[in-house]
């Protein structure tokens, strides 16, 4: 919807209403109204100068996300920036969060999920790679090679994973929380660290020493893994 131009809202208005709902003239309420004939995007008169703006305007409202501070940053697997509450107060009125994600090339995004049920809109901003979703049933629902301008979405209760190209791949993410938190599944920080040899084993029906390997991988890297050598 736009307000001027001969597409605006209040050319469908007769002149006596706009007249009378901005308490003006009926001549000048047609000039308003009718002045502008651009639709939508207007050229401005030679000349013509605009307000600079003012970073107090900025604040709160805007986050350059390359000049941030990274949440995550790991030598050969990827780069994080976080847009939550602290940093985006305004992401907090809208509920909804963000992350540019930055993953290096061959680099392993490690399956995880969002903690609070999220739903996930990914727009693939640079470099090229594959990405896995998996249901709550255990079911593959996207199985899909992914490059810049691509968009897909991470369905509620779901975990995803991705795995870059030699060129690397980039990711912007709109979450539906406004302090997204994930769950990894592999890494140091996955739950499954933090569960006692013997549940391993009955979990996975494996003997000791399956789980003894299972267990001893993955206790240095997390969320990002570097290709292997």
């Not at 896995?132 to 593959?140: A, F, L, M, S």
Request: hydrophobic fraction near 40%.
């Amino acid at each position: 919807m736009y307000l001027t131009g001969s597409n605006g809202i209040f050319t469908g208005f007769s002149t006596e209403f706009v007249s009378r709902a901005w308490d003006v003239e009926e001549s000048v309420a047609k000039t308003l109204v009718s002045s502008q004939t651009a639709k939508g995007i207007v050229k401005l008169d030679a000349g013509f100068q605009m307000p600079e703006p003012k970073q107090a305007n900025r604040d709160g409202m805007v986050l350059n996300c390359e000049e941030a501070p990274l949440d995550v940053d790991i030598k050969g697997g990827g780069k994080v920036v976080v847009l939550n509450t602290k940093n985006l107060p305004l992401v907090g009125e809208v509920g909804l969060g963000a992350d540019l994600v930055r993953l290096d090339g061959s680099a392993m995004c490690s399956p995880g999920f969002s903690c609070d049920s999220a739903l996930q809109v990914t727009y693939i901003v640079r470099g090229s790679g594959r990405v896995q979703v998996v249901g709550p049933d255990g079911k593959r629902v996207l199985e899909a090679h992914l490059k810049a301008g691509n968009l897909f979405i991470v369905p509620r209760f779901c975990v995803v994973s991705k795995i870059g190209d030699p060129d690397g791949m980039d990711w912007f993410s709109i979450i539906t929380t406004p302090n997204p938190i994930f769950t990894h599944l592999a890494g140091k920080t996955s739950t499954w660290k933090a569960l006692s040899p013997q549940v391993l084993q009955a979990a996975f029906k494996v003997s000791p020493d399956v789980e003894k390997l299972f267990s001893s991988k993955r206790t240095a890297e997390e969320i990002f893994f570097p290709p292997p050598n």
